[in-house]
């Protein structure tokens, strides 16, 4: 069993940054894609960022193409996601994933991760 959970999340003025991070335990996750999500309120959930199993294939959404980055450190278990130039509409609770099987690419679908944290909001002003 893999257990995620996601730390870093946050107040911040439009214009700054925060980086999230994404920390797993009991299995390892190395060898698994991780992704991010986001939900605002009375919104679906949605994709934001993809990595592989290895770090070296990574896929944005649209929407923060450009302004956030996500990363791995396969020896620490832990996924990051740095978030430059927030907006408004960056607002939302920001979700940490595993995707199930192994050494895979990431996904930009929900249902095809497995294991899922409980979520930190990141709340950015104008």
């Known amino acids: 069993q893999v257990q995620v959970a996601e730390s870093g999340g946050g107040l911040v003025q439009a214009g700054g940054a925060l980086r999230l991070s994404c920390a797993a335990s009991g299995r390892t996750v190395s060898n698994k894609a991780m992704g991010w999500f986001r939900q605002a309120p009375g919104k679906e959930r949605e994709f934001v960022a993809s990595i592989n199993w290895s770090g070296g294939s990574t896929y944005y959404a649209d929407s923060v193409k450009g302004r956030f980055t996500i990363s791995r450190d396969n020896a620490k278990n832990t996924v990051y996601l740095q978030m430059n130039s927030l907006k408004p509409e960056d607002t939302a609770v920001y979700y940490c994933?595993?995707?199930?099987?192994?050494?895979?690419?990431?996904?930009?679908?929900?249902?095809?991760?497995?294991?899922w944290g409980q979520g930190t909001q990141v709340t950015v002003s104008s």
């Open positions: 994933a595993a995707r199930s099987g192994s050494y895979s690419a990431g996904s930009v679908r929900a249902r095809e991760y497995e294991y």
